[in-house]
């Protein structure tokens, strides 16, 4: 085998190398944002019970309440947990609220609901 024919096979075995290492990370990449979008649905479907619990109570009390677990049982059977079992986060200030799983991180902050702009975020 002469040395031309040896440096195109490196090259090859190099290309090669260099598509299963783009593919591998290609992989990586669309597993984290499939897996980012089922937590950010999940927290989202959860949260909608809890937003509606809160909704009610503030209907029927004047005011939401100072903890999630003021809704159980009578608004809700339990309050909603994020992605991992953790419970959700719940700050009320002003006559506004956030809802929030601080272990559902997207961009730079946790996923959650804000009251006063009605949106999720993260």
Same mark, same amino acid.
């Given at each position: 085998?002469?040395?031309?024919?040896?440096?195109?096979?490196?090259?090859?075995?190099?290309?090669?190398?260099?598509?299963?290492?783009?593919? %591998? %990370?290609?992989?990586?990449? /669309?597993?984290?944002?499939? @897996?980012? $979008?089922? +937590?950010?649905?999940?927290?989202?479907?959860?949260?909608?019970?809890? /937003?509606?619990? =809160?909704?009610?109570? *503030?209907?029927?009390?004047?005011?939401? &309440?100072? %903890? =999630? $677990? *003021?809704?159980?049982?009578?608004?809700?059977? %339990?309050?909603?947990?994020? &992605?991992? @079992?953790?419970?959700? !986060?719940?700050?009320?200030?002003? !006559?506004?609220?956030? =809802?929030?799983? &601080?272990?559902?991180?997207? *961009?730079?902050? &946790?996923?959650?609901? +804000?009251?006063?702009?009605?949106?999720?975020? !993260?």
């Amino acid at each position: 085998m002469n040395a031309a024919n040896r440096q195109g096979g490196v090259s090859q075995i190099v290309l090669l190398v260099l598509i299963v290492v783009a593919l %591998a %990370a290609a992989y990586v990449a /669309i597993h984290l944002y499939t @897996g980012s $979008d089922k +937590d950010m649905l999940t927290v989202e479907t959860r949260g909608v019970r809890m /937003i509606s619990a =809160l909704s009610a109570y *503030k209907r029927e009390r004047g005011a939401y &309440p100072e %903890a =999630l $677990d *003021k809704l159980v049982p009578e608004y809700v059977p %339990a309050v909603s947990k994020c &992605p991992g @079992g953790a419970p959700m !986060g719940y700050l009320v200030s002003g !006559g506004e609220y956030a =809802l929030s799983c &601080p272990n559902v991180v997207l *961009k730079s902050m &946790p996923y959650g609901y +804000d009251s006063r702009s009605k949106r999720w975020r !993260g």
